[in-house]
């Protein structure tokens, strides 16, 4: 298993969670609905590996 093929994924999931955390911890306080975005955002950049590109809509 070679980690390069992870990586922008990786990077993405972390980036996400970072980001959203950052916004939910502007008050010091994080909420059971802030911590559920974080999850929420991390697991929607791990979504995106997941799912195939699709074809292109020009190719018949």
């Not at 959203?20 to 979504?47: K, N, P, R, S």
Request: hydrophobic residues 55%.
């Amino acid at each position: 298993m070679k980690i390069a093929s992870y990586a922008k994924t990786i990077v993405a999931a972390v980036v996400a969670g970072g980001v959203a955390l950052t916004v939910a911890m502007g008050d010091d306080v994080l909420t059971a609905t802030e911590g559920i975005t974080v999850a929420l955002a991390v697991l929607g950049a791990l979504g995106v590996y997941v799912v195939p590109n699709a074809k292109d809509s020009l190719d018949r």
